[in-house]
C-alpha cells in the first residue's frame, strides 16, 4: 500500500513537470498545474502515507514527525520561494515551472508534519489547546 503511495505522488509531480514542457504558454501551463486533479494528487498520496503510517507504522510516524528541523527549513523555503515568486515569478517560464512543481510538493510535506503532529496531539502550551 505505501508502495501506491509513493507510486502517485511521484506521478504527481511528473505530471506537473510534463504539464511544462507540453504546454508553450507557461501561464496556461501553471493555471493546468493547479486544477488538473491528477496533478494534485501528490497531496492527496502524501496524506494517504500519513494515515497508513498512523494506523500501521505508528513508531515510524513518530520518528519522522519528530525531526523538526527538516520541516522548519521546508517552511521556510517555501516562505522564500513565495517571496521570490512575488518578484518575477510568471516573467520567466523556467523559473515560473520551478517554483510551480517544487512549491506544491514542499508545501504537502509540510502539511504532512504539521497534520502529523496535531493527529499526535505534540502540539504543546496554548497552540495544543486549540
Known sequence: MKKLFYGVAIFAVLLRILTFVLLSDHIIAVWVSYLF????????????????????EKERLELILSKNIIFGLCLLFNILLCEYWAIDGYSNPARS??????????????SFWLIGKAANRDFKGWVGKL
Open 97 to 110: 515551472a520551478f517554483y510551480t512543481v517544487i512549491f506544491r510538493f514542499s508545501i504537502s510535506c509540510f
Open 37 to 56: 486533479t491528477p496533478a494534485c494528487f501528490d497531496a492527496f498520496a502524501i496524506g494517504g502515507l500519513l494515515a497508513y503510517m498512523r494506523m500501521f
